[in-house]
């Protein structure tokens, strides 16, 4: 069983950053590989990027391309989410996800183990 917690949500400006912070913990973090996904109000959770257990893979939803990396450190077992040039329709909570998958993709039906969120709220 592994617990997720999501930290380093908040309130920010268009155009600041962010970066949001995943700590594993109850269990192996070996072998999972790591995501993000947000929701907005009256919207579907959606995928925002992955990263393997390696870290070799990323895969980055095209909205944030260019914008949002995804790392992780294995040693600390934490997962990352750095977001630049944050815009309003960022607005969501961020939810950390792991999948036991080697390159899961974005169907949240992929991941086993998720956190209860962290709310990022970008106003213009």
């Known amino acids: 069983q592994v617990q997720l917690v999501e930290s380093g949500g908040g309130l920010v400006q268009a155009g600041d950053s962010l970066r949001l912070s995943c700590a594993a913990s109850?269990?192996?973090?070996?072998?999972?590989?790591m995501a993000w996904f947000r929701q907005a109000p009256g919207k579907e959770r959606e995928f925002v990027g992955r990263i393997s257990w390696t870290g070799g893979s990323t895969s980055i939803a095209d909205s944030v391309k260019g914008r949002f990396t995804i790392s992780r450190d294995n040693a600390k077992k934490m997962a990352y989410l750095q977001m630049n040039t944050l815009k309003f329709e960022d607005t969501a909570v961020y939810y950390c996800?792991?999948?036991?998958?080697?390159?899961?993709?974005?169907?949240?039906?992929?991941?086993?183990?998720w956190g209860q969120g962290t709310q990022v709220t970008v106003s213009s």
């Open positions: 996800a792991a999948s036991i998958s080697s390159l899961p993709g974005q169907d949240r039906r992929e991941y086993k183990y």
């Open positions: 109850g269990g192996t973090f070996n072998g999972y590989s």
